[in-house]
């Protein structure tokens, strides 16, 4: 089977056991999943989510954070950890929204790597969800599972490399659901902190993991 063949079922089984492919962070506008996004790393999407509505009740626009010192946004966001270089990150992203693009959120790829504390993974989580254009959001459950199912290569864990890898399997317009979908099934099955609970796996027998360690209980795709 090839990755591509590889990659069609695991599209096809997880839009089975996982219907809506939503994002885990709750936000209305675009401005506010940038900012969400910033702060999520290392640490939970709960957890943003919780903090960010008092972020969001103080400064509710771009023009209004961006107005905010960045030690009074980290005094906010500081549970989410990292506290000070995120905040200096948000401030300076919505400065530059405010001062070049209208308080606007660009929906171009590299103008959203240009921003402050935007990478390739949130540059592209933008432009899936926000702007519903192709997209590979490799989180630390994409580039997991991936590698365990055999999407990617036995070793490659560098975001980058699984993301181009997986542009070249995975058909554009299913991109962004797919890794979201990825996300559920790495927190509910395919977990990290855990065995990956493979006896309930909807992808076990096509699985690379599973199958060599023996846990492929269902017949061969």
Same mark, same amino acid.
């Given at each position: !089977?090839?990755? @591509?063949?590889?990659?069609? #079922? ?13 994002? *885990? ?5 675009? $401005? ?11 640490? *939970? ?6 903090? %960010? @509505? ?9 023009? &209004? ?10 005094? #906010? ?6 506290? /000070?270089? @995120? &905040? /200096?990150?948000?401030? &300076?992203?919505?400065? !530059? ?6 308080? @606007? ?5 590299? &103008? ?27 989180? *630390? ?7 365990? #199912? ?13 993301? !181009?890898?997986? $542009?070249? #399997? ?12 990825? %996300? ?9 902190? *855990?065995?990956?609970?493979?006896? /309930? ?21």
């Amino acid at each position: !089977m090839t990755k @591509k063949e590889l990659a069609a #079922i695991c599209i096809q089984r997880l839009k089975e056991e996982y219907p809506l492919a939503d994002c *885990t962070l709750d936000y209305d506008h675009a $401005w506010e999943l940038l900012v969400e996004v910033r702060l999520a790393a290392q640490c *939970t999407d709960e957890r943003v989510n919780v903090v %960010v @509505k008092d972020l969001f009740a103080k400064y509710p626009d771009v023009q &209004a954070l961006a107005a905010a010192e960045p030690e009074e946004i980290e005094a #906010i966001v500081k549970p989410c950890g990292l506290g /000070r270089s @995120k &905040a /200096r990150d948000i401030s &300076a992203c919505m400065r !530059m929204l405010r001062d070049k693009y209208d308080s @606007k959120v660009p929906d171009d790829f590299d &103008a959203l790597l240009a921003l402050p504390g935007v990478g390739r993974k949130s540059a592209n989580l933008i432009m899936g969800d926000v702007f519903g254009k192709p997209a590979i959001v490799t989180d *630390t459950h994409c580039i997991r599972l991936c590698g365990r #199912i055999g999407l990617v290569d036995e070793g490659v864990k560098e975001p980058k490399k699984v993301e !181009m890898a997986l $542009w070249k #399997i995975i058909p554009p317009e299913e991109g962004s659901d797919f890794c979201h979908r990825l %996300v559920y099934h790495g927190r509910a099955v395919c977990t990290a902190r *855990t065995e990956p609970y493979c006896d /309930r796996c909807c992808l076990a027998d096509v699985c690379r993991y599973a199958k060599k360690n023996g846990k492929a209980k269902k017949e061969e795709a």
